[in-house]
């Protein structure tokens, strides 16, 4: 983080901090606190990549348990299609987004 400041001079300089914001985190200070203000969607990203080494490491675990691939040819394919799962809920989760917004 490049960025760091008080919360009297965050709350003195609130648009200055939001414009910075929307392409770095910012760490706020508060006492023995720290906060961070990051974008909306680079906190979706960090969320996301979170819940794909989740559950990949849980496949993973289970595909060990099972006796799983035993050739890298094997992982990697078991990885793609593990992504490309991934990808496939994300894009669900997207759209009940926009139909939440929309209705």
């Known amino acids: 983080m490049s960025e760091t400041t008080t919360t009297r001079n965050f709350r003195q300089n609130l648009k200055q901090f939001f414009d910075i914001a929307q392409s770095e985190p910012i760490a706020i200070n508060r006492g023995n606190e720290r906060f961070v203000l990051l974008h909306e969607s680079e906190f979706n990203k960090m969320k996301d990549e979170i819940m794909y080494l989740q559950k990949s490491l849980i496949a993973s675990l289970e595909d060990l348990n099972s006796g799983g691939p035993k ?33």
């Open 71 to 103: 050739e890298m040819g094997d992982i990697e394919k078991f990885h793609s299609d593990l992504l490309d799962e991934i990808e496939e809920e994300d894009q669900e989760v997207v759209i009940q987004e926009k139909k939440k917004a929309v209705g």
